[in-house]
């Protein structure tokens, strides 16, 4: 049956045609496809190559390795050298930014990944995806500086995540809209499936690990409290919760039918600044949701205007249908 669906290849060509992106950047995020293709597989076969397991390794993180965060780290950096543009790398399993060029020109490329979310839920077949998110060196650049690459989330001109699922996803923006692609099997190829996916303003899902109840801050408790508290409560309707443990999968339902994803500062994580890192988890999943029509905030600030200080730095993250990031802002205002 003749698919009459645009490739990514068709679809990145015209953004070239229509928006001007550069080729350089069309063969970037065709590479980075091709990784997240590999991966999706060396999942799917994780049983017979034997790669479910811990890597008996820790990340800059502090959290033990499982053998494929290791091996999907090295699929995205194999295929991401592939572009000559790219001066930089920034991975959740790589303590130091990983530099390609021994000098640095001005619009090169800064590309930050997360190469596997939600990797506690491998070894129980439920579904990961990996993340990415792509800058542009500064006029100032300097090769070797850790500070090049500590701009606020602002300056993408890309981002998007890779689900490794029933089927296997691509979700991009190119800071004109989000946009699908599923991998069709027979072909191997990333074919378009959504254009424009919007996120409703109102909700009546919200997704946070509920068990960090008694860790949270008065705003989240309270509004998490009204939201529970259904028809009768100060909400006048019900509220369902959804939460998978993979960042990326409770962000594509947000993206396919609305919601309000949580993972604020809490007595447990304030320490480290949270629990999701800025610059590969928080900003490109900031820029998806700002493109999609919704928003993203840490509960007092936007998350795409932090200044970063360090490329692994956490954020509270607090993202999703406009009119409940909106309410719940109002109430760390009210806490103030
Ligand atoms: O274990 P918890 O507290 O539910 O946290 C789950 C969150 O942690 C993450 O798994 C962190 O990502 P990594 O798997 O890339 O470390 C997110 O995907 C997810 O939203
Ligand atoms: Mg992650
Ligand atoms: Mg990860």
Not at 141 to 147: C, E, F, I, L, T
Request: glycine share 8%.
């Amino acid at each position: 049956m003749a698919i009459n669906r645009a490739t990514l290849r068709q679809f990145l060509l015209q953004e070239y045609r229509t928006h001007g992106v550069e080729k350089d950047l069309v063969f970037l995020l065709e590479d980075i496809a091709t990784a997240c293709r590999e991966i999706s597989t060396l999942i799917r076969n994780g049983s017979f190559l034997e790669t479910l397991g811990t890597a008996g390794s820790t990340n800059v993180q502090g959290e033990a390795q499982k053998k494929l965060d290791v091996i999907a780290n090295e699929q995205f950096e194999s295929h991401i050298r592939n572009c000559s543009r790219v001066a930089a790398l920034v991975s959740e399993e790589v303590d130091e930014v990983t530099w390609l060029k021994d000098t640095a020109k001005a619009g090169d490329y800064i590309v930050y990944f997360d190469p596997l979310d939600g990797s506690s839920n491998l070894n129980v077949n439920l579904s990961v995806g990996s993340i990415f998110s792509i800058m542009q060196l500064p006029e100032d650049a300097v090769a070797g500086d850790v500070n090049t690459v500590l701009r606020d989330g602002s300056f993408q001109i890309c981002s998007g995540y890779s689900i490794f699922g029933p089927a296997t996803t691509l979700v991009l923006t190119l800071g004109h809209g989000v946009h699908e692609f599923t991998n069709h099997l027979a072909t191997g190829e990333f074919r378009i499936v959504s254009r424009n996916m919007t996120i409703p303003e109102d909700c009546n899902e919200f997704a946070i690990n509920a068990s960090r109840f008694a860790d949270w801050d008065a705003p989240v408790r309270n509004y998490i409290e009204d939201c529970i508290a259904g028809q009768n409560g100060p909400r006048g309707k019900s509220f369902n919760m959804r939460w998978t443990a993979s960042m990326v999968v409770d962000i594509h339902r947000i993206l396919t039918r609305g919601g309000v994803f949580l993972y604020p500062v809490d007595a447990r994580n304030r320490a480290e600044g949270g629990k999701l890192r800025l610059m590969y988890e928080a900003n490109p999943i900031a820029f998806l949701v700002e493109q999609a029509g919704g928003s993203a905030s840490t509960g007092t600030a936007r998350i795409l205007d932090i200044q970063p200080e360090s490329p692994h730095q956490r954020a509270s993250v607090i993202l999703g249908s406009r009119n409940e990031v909106l309410r719940i802002e109002e109430h760390y205002r009210q806490e103030d």
